[in-house]
C-alpha cells in the first residue's frame, strides 16, 4: 500500500527526473487512437458522427507524428519507459527515424483512407464499425513501429490483426469470409511463430528489451540457439510481409474486401512486416542477418519475379494489385540480404513509397470499378473519356509503381541497384531491373485496356462504347459530392510526385534511419543513458 | 431451461454474481482476483440472466449496448494512464491519492481505475459473445 512506513530508494528502479512533454509524443499515436477508436466504437450507430469523429483523430494523429519525426530528426531517439520503471524492466518505447518515419507515412494512409470510406463505405458497413476497426488498427501498426520491446511488438501486431480481421469482413460475403479465413490462419501461424522466436529468445538473452537484447546479442556472438531463433522471426515476418513462397494468401483475400480496406492493408499491413525483419534481423542480431543473406536474396528475388508474372497473369484488377504487392516487397527483401546502409537506406525508401503508391493505386482501382461497374481487365475500356483527370491519376502510379522516374518509385530501385553493384551482387541488380520491366508492362496493359481502348473487350479498334451510367461517378447518396474520394488520391499523388522530384529529403531521412539501424549507438543511449 | 426453480431463482443468483464480482475487482490489487477475472463473474451473471429470461430482457437490463460498456471500459484504461502527465511522470506510472471517507482512509489510485476498465472490457466483450450465443439459439 502506498501509506507503508518502510522508505526504498526509488531510484534504484525507477526514473526520478521529471519527463518532458515532448517525450509523450513517442506513446501519443496509441492513445490517440485508443481514445478515437472508443469513442467511434460507442457512437457507431450514429453513421455521420462517427466517421467525423475517426477522421478527427486520424487528422490529430497525422499532426503528432509530424511532429514526432521532427522531434526525432532533431534531437535523435526519444525513450519513453512506461510507468517511470528503469529499462530493460520497463517497457520502453524507443523511437528512431526508422519507427518515426513509417508511422507518419502510416498515419496519412489512414487519414487519406477514413476521407475515401466516408462515402465509399455503406452506413451498414460503418454500424458495423469501419471506423473502431480502423483506428484500433492504427493503434497495433503505430505501437509495433514506435515500440522498444519485443514481446510489446508481439502485442500490437495481435492489436493489428485483430482489427484487421473485423476489416477484412466487413460485409459478411461468402467470398470475404473466405479471404478473412486464409488469412486468419495463415497469420496465425505467423504470429504464432513470432511467439515462440521471442519465448526462446528471452531464455535465451534473459531480456525482452531491444537495445538490452542488441547489446547482449553482439557480446555473446552467433551461436546455434540464436541462429534458430534468426530464421524463425524470418519466417515469421516473412509470412507477414508476403514473401515467396508464403505468400499464396495475400492474392486469395485481398481482393475480397472493400477496396479501400484493401487499399489500406496492401499500402501498410506487409511493410509492418518489413520494418519487423528491419528490426530483428539488421538491429537485434546482425551476424545472423550476414549468414542467412543469401537465403534472403534468394527469397527476394523469387518475390519480386513470381509476384510480378503473377501481376501479367492476371485478368483482375484488384488481383493484380496483390501481387504487385508482392513483388515490391522482393525489392524491399533485397535490401535486407544486401545489408549495407545504402542498401538499407534503399529498403526504408522503397517501403515509405510502396505504402503510398500501393494504397492509391487500390484507391484509383476502386474509382475505375465504379465508372465501369467492373474490376474485370476484359470488361473495362472507354475511361479516358469519362475521366482524363483518373487516366493521368492512374498513369503517374504506375510509372511510380514500374519504378520509372520522375516518381518516387524510381530512386530507391536505383539506391537497391547501386547497393547491388557495390556489392558485386550483379544478379539481384539484375532481377531488379527486370522486375522493374515486366512491372511497367503490367500496369502499362491495365492502362492502355481501361483507359486508351474505346470499350470493353470487342470493342472495333477506334470505335467507343458508353459505359453503363454514362461514366459519371455515383458514390454515396444521389448527388453527393465525390470530393471525399479524390481528395485522399490527390494527397498520395501529390506525394508519390513530391518523392520523385524531390528526393533528397526522404533519402536523407532513410539513411539515418537505415544507418540507426546497422550501428544503433544511439538507440542504446537513449534506452541506457549516457554510459552505454 | 426455463424451469419455474431456475426462473425464480436466476435474478437473484445473477445479483449476488455482480456483487461478488466487483468485490473480486476491488481486492485485485494486492490478493487474487482483478478486473479481468471479476469481469468474467460479472459476464456469467449476465450470460445467466439472458438464459433465464430470455436475451431481450437481458439487454434492457444493462442498458447499454455491451460492446460500448467494453469500449468505455478500454478508454477508462487508457485515460488512468494519462494522469501521470500532469505530475511529468512518464505513461501509465501509478497516482495514489488517499482520501478521508467517514473516518476510514481510502487509497485511490490509477491502477484501480485501469482494473475497472480492464472489468468493463471483459464483461462488455464476452457479455456480447454470450448474448449474441444465447439470441441463435432460441432462432
Known sequence: MAGSSTTVDIAQAMFTEPVAFADWLVIAPS?????????????????????KLGLFFLGLLVLNNVMLLAEVLKRGVITMVMGNWLPPFGIAFTVDALGATLALVAAIVAFSAGLYASITIDSSGKRYGFYPFLLLMMTGANGAFLTGDIFNMYVWFEVLLISSYGLLVLG?????????????????????????????????LGTLNMADITMKVRESGVSGPLMTIAVLYFLAFAMKAAAFP?????????????????????????????????????????????????????????????GVIGALAQSDLRRMLGYLVISGIGSMLAGIAMGSVLALSGTVF??????????????????????????????????????????????????????????SGFWPKVMLVDAALTLGWNWLAASILVTGFLTSLAVGRVWIYAFWRGGPEGTVDGGSVSLPGGGVLTLGAQ???????????????????????????????????????????????SVFGGGA | MRTVIFRTFAPFITALMVLFSIFVLLRGHNEPGGGFIGGLIAASALAIYGISAGVGPARRALKAHPMSIAAFGLLLAALSGLLSLFTRQAFMTSQWVTIDFLGVAVDLSTPMFFDIGVYLVVVGAIGSIALALEERESD
Not at chain 1, 369 to 397: K, N
Not at chain 1, 504 to 514: F, K, Y
Not at chain 1, 517 to 525: A, F, I, N, T, W
Request: with cysteine; charged share 10%; aromatic share 8%.
Open chain 1, 31 to 51: 492513445i490517440l487512437t485508443i481514445i478515437g477508436g472508443t469513442l467511434c466504437l460507442i457512437t457507431r450507430k450514429q453513421t455521420t458522427l462517427a466517421p
Open chain 1, 172 to 204: 459478411n460475403d461468402r467470398a470475404q469470409l473466405d479471404g478473412t479465413v486464409k488469412y486468419g490462419i495463415l497469420n496465425l501461424i505467423g504470429t504464432n511463430l513470432f511467439l515462440i522466436a521471442t519465448g526462446l529468445l528471452y531464455g535465451q
Open chain 1, 246 to 306: 508464403v505468400n499464396f494468401w495475400l492474392p486469395s483475400s485481398y481482393h475480397t474486401p472493400r477496396i479501400v480496406v484493401a487499399a489500406v492493408f496492401a499500402g501498410l499491413l506487409t511493410k509492418v512486416g518489413v520494418y519487423a525483419l528491419l528490426r530483428t534481423l539488421v538491429m537485434l542480431m546482425p551476424a545472423a542477418r550476414t549468414e542467412l543473406a543469401e537465403i534472403i536474396a534468394w527469397v527476394a528475388a523469387l518475390t519480386m519475379l513470381t
Open chain 1, 350 to 407: 522503397y517501403a515509405v513509397h510502396s505504402i503510398l503508391v500501393m494504397t492509391a493505386l487500390y484507391m484509383a482501382a476502386g474509382l475505375m470499378a465504379a465508372m465501369a461497374g467492373s474490376y474485370d481487365l476484359r470488361r473495362l475500356g472507354g475511361l479516358y473519356g469519362a475521366s482524363p483527370v483518373l487516366a493521368g491519376v492512374f498513369l503517374v502510379l504506375a510509372l511510380a509503381v514500374a519504378g520509372l522516374p520522375p516518381f
Open chain 1, 479 to 525: 448527388g453527393q459530392s465525390t470530393a471525399a474520394v479524390w481528395v485522399p488520391i490527390g494527397i498520395l499523388t501529390a506525394l508519390v510526385i513530391l518523392f520523385g522530384l524531390q528526393p533528397e529529403w526522404m533519402m536523407e531521412v532513410s539513411s539515418r534511419g537505415a544507418s540507426g539501424l546497422v550501428d544503433p549507438v544511439g538507440y542504446l543511449r
